[in-house]
């Protein structure tokens, strides 16, 4: 106290000015300073807390998302592979639908087993021959597989527990999909059932966990619909014991009513808790389990960006606030010394203690023209005054006009970069509706001829590079030159979009593609696919169209509009080139339309 009070006391801020306002100038700054860092500090964390929150609530709506999907096209090729005529048919011999279960399961390697029962429910065909004559009529995928395609939630492996590998050392669980399989009567002659591992949805959670490695104590966890703990954190994705139910946290409570947003909730051990949730809600023909995904992390962990921000930022407030203010001072200081200075000596020609002349100041500034002014003053106080005003004026006219025409440079300057932006703008749509003109067949609306030759060749470079299969679908519509004699040109290119879609529709990977070769004629490039794959595609799309149930009069293959599909399939080389995969396919697909049409042949 008595330190403060000396310091206080050498300042003499009653008796000087210059300290009067160095002090008023850097106590204003000073406190503007740290004020300001507050407010910039506490800003910026509730933002790094919204933004950390709206990451937790992408993270989940992402992993529900994948799990839909992912359960979609499962659940979808359990329906194509039930529809097949090898499956619907009871004349055709139980190898050849075990050779097509097989194929199934290499093609999806997460299918545990798969199986055909018959309408009592005992096992004909399966994968590997496992559980075959085996009776599974009192099985729940069963009995509901009986009426529709259905999906049976995760549950504990009974009957394979001991038959199929187990990808880790817990006890084993699974996923059911199930379909029923009809004769051409619509007579049930069974249910055709896959397995999956509850393991691949560990698989989706990790690869959604691998960007944030850097981020401490992030965890997911996905819930039944009744809040169970399917996988999360003290459960491997196989464990049986005792699930811990979370239904009662509020987070599980708001993704069940369609909400992805994210909250602070107290978790188990009443921690407070950064929570991002979603629940997947089926993806177009599958309805979906309602499950529910949980990403969380500790507000300990998730807000330490935010808190070191805020803090960094206040200090260096308070740090740049006293720096400031002690230049301020020593500034004000200095700008006001010739001040005091023409003051003093003022002072003392007003009492007559002195007869110093007026220290003039050169230059042009204010100082030096008040050293002149106060000087002139005690000549001629009038002309000074006149004077003084007439500076004055002009000062405020220059400052007038300057700032006029600024202003109109600077409207000038925004007009033309308005014009510029919207110029630009408009130039770079048309380029990009120009390439998209040029790699889209304007009929069909899928890939042209371009675009099948620039992507058959990437591929094909790819594929030597990789040392990787290259598989290619040619199909030309059967009889179309009489189908557009018969109904007609407009109808044939109606004919030609549905089947463009219909082959477009299919599942496939992202880097297949669907295109409109010529006329009549799709192909379908399948970059790493072997022969196999590509012949399990072909025959989906040749299933899809005619499933469109095209009607076509003047066909002498069937009632409906078919396709004859030539497959081939090749291990490029740099001493290949692209166009002979392509003479291959399409002499394959001539061999198809010699041998009857509506069918699919492939080389060796």
Not at 317 to 332: D, E, F, H, Q, R
Request: charged letters at 20%.
């Amino acid at each position: 106290m008595r330190t403060a009070q000396f310091w206080l006391n050498q300042l003499n801020l009653r008796r000087s000015f210059r300290r009067r306002l160095g002090a008023a100038i850097a106590t204003t700054i000073l406190i503007f300073s740290v004020l300001l860092a507050c407010i910039v500090g506490d800003i910026s964390q509730r933002q790094i807390q919204a933004d950390r929150g709206e990451l937790m609530a992408q993270m989940a709506y992402q992993l529900a998302g994948a799990l839909d999907r992912d359960m979609f096209i499962y659940y979808q090729e359990i329906q194509t592979l039930a529809s097949l005529e090898e499956m619907r048919s009871t004349q055709r011999p139980t190898a050849q639908k075990q050779m097509l279960l097989d194929r199934m399961q290499e093609a999806f390697s997460d299918f545990a087993w798969i199986g055909l029962t018959d309408s009592r429910g005992i096992v004909m065909a399966s994968t590997h021959g496992l559980l075959t004559g085996a009776n599974v009529s009192k099985r729940p995928w069963f009995i509901e597989g009986r009426t529709r395609p259905n999906v049976q939630d995760v549950h504990s492996a009974k009957l394979l527990a001991a038959l199929v590998p187990n990808p880790s050392s817990d006890p084993l669980r699974l996923v059911d999909v199930t379909a029923p399989v009809v004769d051409n009567t619509g007579t049930l002659v069974g249910v055709l059932g896959g397995h999956l591992y509850w393991q691949w949805a560990t698989t989706l959670r990790d690869n959604l966990l691998q960007p944030l490695k850097d981020y401490k104590q992030v965890e997911i966890q996905i819930l039944s619909s009744t809040g169970d703990v399917l996988l999360g954190p003290g459960r491997s994705p196989n464990d049986v014991s005792a699930p811990v139910n979370l239904s009662g946290l509020k987070s599980f409570q708001a993704a069940q009513q369609g909400e992805t947003e994210a909250i602070i909730e107290p978790w188990l051990d009443n921690a407070p808790t950064l929570t991002g949730y979603a629940q997947t809600q089926g993806y177009r023909s599958y309805p979906g389990l309602g499950w529910v995904v949980l990403v969380h992390q500790p507000t300990q962990e998730a807000f330490v960006p935010a808190r070191s921000l805020k803090h960094n930022i206040c200090l260096w407030g308070i740090a740049l606030g006293l720096l400031s203010g002690a230049l301020s001072w020593y500034i004000a200081g200095q700008m006001v010394k010739p001040v005091m200075v023409i003051a003093h000596t003022a002072e003392g020609l007003r009492t007559g203690t002195t007869r110093a002349p007026m220290p003039i100041f050169s230059g042009q500034d204010e100082i030096a023209q008040l050293s002149r002014s106060v000087g002139q003053l005690f000549a001629n106080l009038d002309q000074q005054t006149t004077l003084l005003q007439q500076f004055n004026a002009d000062l405020e006219a220059q400052i007038a006009a300057r700032t006029a025409s600024l202003n109109q440079t600077n409207h000038r300057l925004q007009q033309e970069i308005q014009v510029r932006s919207q110029t630009e703008q408009a130039l770079q749509n048309a380029n990009q509706e120009l390439q998209r003109l040029t790699l889209v067949d304007g009929l069909t609306g899928i890939a042209n001829r371009r675009h099948f030759d620039q992507y058959l060749e990437q591929e094909w470079r790819r594929s030597v590079r990789d040392r990787l299969p290259l598989s290619l679908i040619l199909l030309d519509v059967d009889y179309f030159k009489l189908y557009n004699d018969h109904y007609g040109h407009q109808s044939g290119d109606a004919c030609l979009c549905q089947i463009a879609q219909a082959i477009a529709i299919p599942p496939r990977r992202a880097t297949d593609l669907p295109v409109r070769y010529g006329g009549e004629e799709f192909a379908v490039i399948l970059p790493n696919t072997d022969r196999s794959g590509a012949i399990y595609l072909a025959e989906t799309l040749r299933q899809a169209v005619k499933a469109l149930h095209l009607p076509h009069a003047k066909s002498a293959v069937g009632p409906w509009v078919t396709v004859s599909l030539g497959v081939a399939t090749c291990l490029p080389s740099a001493t290949l080139n692209p166009i002979n995969l392509i003479r291959t396919a399409d002499g394959l697909l001539y061999q198809a339309k010699q041998q009857g049409r509506d069918r699919i042949v492939a080389n060796p």
